[in-house]
């Protein structure tokens, strides 16, 4: 059996819990290169390998064993919400001129733009087609308007790179697209998966937003705060590409005129910027702080919409998600 990646050791409950449930999505994930043409089947095995840390399949089969047990629907639906995730990721990678994934170089930087882009594509198109084989057309439905959302999410990104007027709301809006997205259809789809009433779906898929649009403004900090070797990917590209993360954004709320016009001037150069410098121009600090205060508070009103739920091991799962995340800011915070 294909083992799934390794756990972090913090979230060894929640992912054990559904560990051989993961397996088995793992080995299916891998078997889906199989359905490509010869030519294309290294490329797509080569991207789920090096993919992730399977969280979306995981909250899946979570919702789905918090909602009365999880089935082979719910793996179909895991395997399915990684590809979209998967090739979401190679996308990424392309627009931010990233060389490294999960510690192994991109796609992009291994065969460059031209085939990297048609390898998302055919990964997207491919994820739409095994969800038409679910018997409930809203199922596929939701998966297609996730996906939508992803791509949607990540052009408002672009459209709005190197946009200073870019305000809060309008970045939440924008990671609730491109990230939060998947983690909704995954917690929302594995309560429908087992035809929970429209009250506990609607929970699920509000928790799978606050916890989805937490981690991503986790992620926004990583970059401007992490090191690379141990996150096994390439950082500090959000500045040099003009995206305007909420740390950022925060940061030019506690400028002056005359900071943030220096700000912009730096922005504008599209350089990888030192933090250093961010620190003597604003509040860099207190920034991250409060965007670290901002995700902590939505994963606090995740936990709160599983009160619907009768107590389990996998609502206690999902609970230990969101503290994991926890730790994970706070760990950002304290190198700020």
Known sequence: MIQPPPTPRALAFPFTLVRPELEKVEHAIMEQAKAFDPAVEGYVAYVCKSSGKRIRPALALLAGGATGGVTEEHRRLAVILEMVH????????????ADIRRGLPTAAAKWGNSLSVLL????????????????DTNVCRAIARASRDVCCGEIF??????DLNLSVADYQRMIEMKTAALFAAATELGAVLNRQNSGVVSALKSYGVKLGTAYQIYDDCLDLVGDEKQVGKTLGTDLAKGKLTLPMLYLLQSATDGQKTKLSRMLLKGEPMDTS???????????????????KQLLDDAGAELVCLAESPHVRALREITGYLHGLLEKCRAVA
Do not use: K
């Open 277 to 295: 410098i961010l620190a003597g121009i604003a509040d860099y600090v207190g920034s991250v702080e409060r965007a670290v205060a901002t995700a």
């Open 157 to 162: 990104q672009t459209q709005r790179r190197f």
């Open 120 to 135: 998302g594509d055919s990964l997207f198109a491919y994820a739409l087609e095994l969800a038409t084989e679910f018997d």
């Open 86 to 97: 998967i090739a979401s990721l190679v996308h990424d990678d392309i627009m931010d001129g």
